[in-house]
């Protein structure tokens, strides 16, 4: 997850697990968040999820913010 807003830094669970937790997700791992990255962050939330993708044979999702 990307996102150029630092409003949800410093609170737990931070945006991306609360938006997981929201969805019911049932994650094999805890997602992660960049912050600060304005459009970049985007990016590298898509290569992340691509690399997933390949090596595990799962899908992934990307909630890419700015």
Do not use: R, W
């Amino acid at each position: 997850m990307g996102y150029n807003v630092i409003s949800h830094q410093e609170i737990l669970p931070n945006l991306a697990c609360q938006i997981a937790i929201d969805a019911d997700l049932q994650l094999e791992e805890m997602p992660i968040e960049l912050a600060y990255y304005g459009c970049a962050a985007g990016i590298f939330a898509i290569n992340e999820a691509f690399s997933y993708c390949q090596t595990y044979q799962k899908a992934a999702f990307v909630y890419v913010f700015n």
